[in-house]
């Protein structure tokens, strides 16, 4: 172990803990220990902790208050069963929005933080977190990280989502990451001048962990490639992508370029992560942290294998508690156990959200991963003729494809584009092609490749 590396575990870490009063350390410890419990053991804590946030909430949080009274829940059945529990109306991300006050407890005493969600659908909004919740949200990620033998002051490179707002900002991440023994870059900064740049940095720190959006990391990936640089020899473990969906293609580049495997974070804005793939490829739920429910349209949960929508109860804000929260992602719990030993559930997410599916007029649906498959095909078939598409649905049977020309065959490929998604999704509809310079990350700092103006 290096002397900064030390210094910033033994040190650094748990004197920002105590500045801050929390205490991700102890929740590490913790969940350390409790991710070898036995399955039932964790079920059974877990449903004491979804009790506890109920009957708090029903007490304290004005929303739960007032909902429970409306649908005559007995507030003093502390004991409740999963069938009464299944009586709590669910939550949609509009009810959080406008009546975020209501959401909030009064009675709640120690510093809380703000967050706000990353606005995927167009909308941000604004969270707030208490101690509680930022100590074990951290701690279940660091928990995550010692899963390949990554822990808090081991060299991190992060590419981060958010563009810094000015020269003081940048400067004060900078120090916080160096302490930290980061390597901060914003996934604003990941453009094709600017990765010499970059993989010069990186090759001198020897970083343990990537972690960050999965676009960003693939032209890195896809730069050290090109131009064969000694990717493997940094001795990166794990790369860990978050917050978008990757295509299978994607990581598989990043695996061979880096030499390591790549493990998933899964969560959402409103709660931080709470799902982390482990070395034996499943997706554990941090049962310490989150409640989640796999639900049918009508509401009744499905069986383990089958999808169903997600919802989650989180378990460790009683701030801004959320109970029975559509997250909006399709996923199913797995049955069984995994080869790694921990006993946390298991889940897989099958697809990254509603906006993500391609509905048409004729009432069929498509995965819009589809059109990463049809770019691959267009990209075999004439090389270095599309460096980048975005395709947006105007209405159920209109397309328009936003499409950076390279210097090969770009009318061909895009005549080669329009025939294949014509093919997927039907003759009727009607494409249009619009050439520009570049594609524009969103606000916060996620690439799409498919953005739907019918699904709000
Ligand atoms: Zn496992």
Same mark, same amino acid.
């Given at each position: 172990?290096?002397?900064?590396?030390?210094?910033?575990?033994?040190?650094?870490?748990?004197?920002?803990?105590?500045?801050?009063?929390?205490?991700?350390?102890?929740?590490? /410890?913790?969940?350390?220990?409790?991710?070898?419990?036995?399955?039932?053991?964790?079920?059974?804590?877990?449903?004491?902790?979804?009790?506890?946030?109920?009957?708090?909430?029903?007490?304290?949080?004005?929303?739960?208050?007032?909902?429970?009274?409306?649908?005559?829940?007995?507030?003093?059945?502390?004991?409740?069963?999963?069938?009464?529990?299944?009586?709590?109306?669910?939550?949609?991300?509009?009810?959080? @929005?406008?009546?975020?006050?209501?959401?909030?407890?009064?009675?709640?005493?120690? @510093?809380?933080?703000?967050?706000?969600?990353?606005?995927? *659908?167009?909308?941000?909004?604004?969270?707030?977190?208490?101690?509680?919740?930022?100590?074990?949200?951290?701690?279940?990620?660091?928990?995550?990280?010692?899963?390949? %033998?990554?822990?808090? %002051?081991?060299?991190?490179?992060?590419?981060?989502?958010?563009?810094?707002?000015?020269? =003081?900002?940048?400067?004060?991440?900078?120090?916080?990451?160096?302490?930290?023994?980061?390597?901060?870059?914003?996934?604003?900064?990941?453009?094709?001048?600017?990765? /010499?740049?970059?993989?010069?940095?990186?090759?001198?720190?020897?970083?343990?962990?990537?972690?960050?959006?999965?676009?960003?990391?693939?032209?890195?990936?896809?730069?050290?490639?090109?131009?064969?640089?000694?990717?493997?020899?940094? %001795?990166?473990?794990?790369?860990?992508? *978050?917050?978008?969906?990757?295509?299978?293609?994607?990581?598989?580049?990043?695996?061979?370029?880096?030499?390591? =495997? *790549?493990?998933?974070?899964?969560?959402?804005?409103?709660?931080?992560?709470?799902?982390?793939?482990?070395?034996?490829?499943?997706?554990?739920?941090?049962?310490?942290?989150?409640?989640?429910?796999?639900?049918?349209?009508?509401?009744?949960?499905?069986?383990?294998?089958?999808?169903?929508?997600?919802?989650?109860?989180?378990?460790?804000?009683?701030?801004?508690?959320?109970? @029975?929260?559509?997250?909006?992602?399709?996923?199913?719990?797995?049955?069984?156990?995994?080869?790694?030993?921990?006993?946390?559930?298991?889940?897989?997410?099958?697809?990254?959200?509603?906006?993500?599916?391609?509905?048409?007029?004729? @009432?069929?649906?498509?995965?819009?991963?589809?059109?990463?498959?049809?770019?691959?095909?267009?990209?075999?078939?004439?090389?270095?003729?599309?460096?980048?598409?975005?395709?947006?649905?105007? *209405?159920?049977?209109?397309?328009?494809?936003?499409?950076?020309?390279?210097?090969?065959?770009?009318?061909?490929?895009?005549?080669?584009?329009?025939?294949?998604?014509? =093919?997927?999704?039907?003759?009727?509809?009607?494409?249009?092609?619009?050439?520009?310079?570049?594609?524009?990350?969103?606000?916060?700092?996620?690439?799409?490749?498919?953005?739907?103006?019918?699904?709000?």
């Amino acid at each position: 172990m290096s002397l900064h590396e030390s210094f910033t575990r033994h040190i650094y870490w748990p004197l920002v803990q105590k500045l801050k009063s929390e205490y991700a350390a102890r929740a590490l /410890k913790e969940l350390s220990e409790s991710q070898w419990k036995s399955r039932d053991e964790i079920l059974s804590e877990q449903w004491q902790m979804v009790r506890r946030v109920v009957n708090k909430a029903a007490q304290d949080v004005p929303y739960y208050r007032q909902t429970y009274k409306r649908i005559g829940w007995d507030f003093n059945n502390k004991e409740f069963s999963y069938e009464d529990f299944l009586g709590i109306p669910k939550i949609e991300k509009e009810s959080l @929005r406008d009546h975020i006050q209501e959401f909030l407890n009064p009675n709640y005493k120690g @510093r809380v933080t703000e967050g706000s969600t990353s606005g995927s *659908t167009g909308q941000s909004l604004t969270v707030f977190f208490n101690i509680e919740h930022e100590s074990y949200s951290e701690a279940g990620r660091w928990r995550a990280k010692d899963w390949w %033998g990554v822990r808090p %002051g081991s060299p991190h490179v992060a590419i981060w989502g958010r563009p810094y707002t000015g020269y =003081k900002d940048r400067i004060a991440q900078q120090i916080k990451s160096y302490f930290m023994n980061y390597l901060l870059f914003s996934a604003f900064d990941i453009r094709q001048h600017s990765l /010499k740049r970059i993989w010069n940095k990186i090759y001198r720190f020897k970083p343990h962990i990537i972690y960050g959006y999965p676009s960003a990391i693939f032209a890195l990936a896809e730069y050290t490639q090109n131009n064969k640089l000694p990717a493997h020899e940094l %001795g990166i473990k794990v790369i860990m992508i *978050t917050a978008e969906s990757s295509s299978i293609d994607q990581r598989h580049v990043i695996e061979e370029e880096f030499g390591c =495997k *790549t493990a998933n974070e899964y969560g959402c804005s409103e709660t931080g992560g709470f799902v982390y793939e482990c070395p034996e490829s499943n997706w554990h739920i941090s049962s310490e942290l989150t409640f989640i429910e796999f639900l049918d349209p009508k509401g009744k949960p499905v069986s383990p294998g089958e999808r169903g929508e997600i919802f989650l109860t989180h378990l460790r804000n009683d701030y801004m508690p959320l109970i @029975r929260y559509r997250v909006g992602d399709i996923g199913s719990q797995l049955a069984g156990t995994c080869d790694c030993g921990r006993n946390l559930p298991l889940m897989e997410v099958s697809v990254a959200k509603e906006s993500d599916i391609i509905h048409l007029a004729n @009432r069929e649906s498509y995965m819009s991963g589809d059109l990463l498959y049809i770019n691959k095909s267009v990209m075999q078939a004439y090389p270095s003729s599309i460096l980048q598409f975005r395709v947006t649905q105007k *209405t159920m049977d209109s397309f328009e494809i936003e499409v950076v020309p390279g210097t090969g065959q770009v009318g061909e490929a895009k005549q080669l584009f329009e025939q294949l998604l014509k =093919k997927q999704l039907g003759k009727n509809i009607q494409i249009h092609f619009k050439r520009v310079s570049s594609i524009e990350r969103e606000p916060s700092g996620k690439l799409r490749y498919f953005i739907s103006e019918i699904n709000k």
